[in-house]
T-cell receptor
């Protein structure tokens, strides 16, 4: 079964450092997403990406965050200067289309710990 | 009012029991509804989409009431492996942005 792959599985960083989380979406999918889940809380939407640009972003996704699809396979989330409150599990997801009815497939997540 | 609201549980049920989870959503423009399952520290995985007419997949039955903005999930003949958190998920309006509930925790015991 096709899957979304995320690396690293766990990253520990110092506050103020830059972090890049990487994702390889399912190959024929066109819509890509980042969600995050702070420990013990609900899954929250960060950003959606289609056709090499952001299609929607949440209020969480401020200037410290950016996304990029640097080549035909990777989809990255960059946090420029990490804060303690950025500690969370970050899930990448992809879907075939952006109709809303289409199912998202999530990766296993990257756990970010900011010290 | 929260966009998607669920009883957090936990629901502790014996094997073989039938258990039902409820969920309400606030955005009447929402068009797509799902139940996802999340195991501890794992990613959400789709359990089933929820259709207007209601739908069933083996031991799982989902219902949607658009008038009341209410979604339900029924699990029959619970198995130990059903122990997980069940997430009610709704799209925001006519977008692909998914809004997750906080989840309902189910613990099935022998």
């Amino acid at each position: 079964e096709p899957e979304v792959t995320q690396t690293p599985s766990h990253q520990v960083t110092q506050m103020g450092q830059e972090v890049i989380l990487r994702c390889v979406p399912i190959s024929n999918h066109l819509y890509f997403y980042w969600y995050r889940q702070i420990l013990g809380q609900k899954v929250e939407f960060l950003v959606s990406f289609y056709n090499n640009e952001i299609s929607e972003k949440s209020e969480i996704f401020d200037d410290q965050f950016s996304v990029e699809r640097p080549d035909g396979s990777n989809f990255t989330l960059k946090i420029r200067s990490t804060k303690l409150e950025d500690s969370a599990m970050y899930f990448c997801a992809s879907s075939e289309d952006g109709s809303g009815a289409n199912v998202l497939t999530f990766g296993a997540g990257s756990r970010l710990t900011v010290l | 009012r929260k966009e998607v609201e669920q009883d957090p549980g936990p629901f502790n049920v014996p094997e073989g029991a039938t258990v039902a989870f409820n969920c309400t959503y606030s955005n009447s423009a929402s068009q797509s509804f799902f139940w996802y399952r999340q195991d501890c520290r794992k990613e959400p995985k789709l359990l089933m989409s929820v259709y207007s007419s209601g739908n069933e997949d083996g031991r799982f039955t989902a219902q949607l009431n658009r008038a009341s903005q209410y979604i339900s999930l029924l699990i029959r003949d619970s198995k130990l492996s059903d122990s997980a958190t069940y997430l009610c998920v709704v799209n925001r309006g006519n977008t692909d942005k998914l809004i997750f509930g906080t989840g309902t925790r189910l613990q099935v015991f022998p």
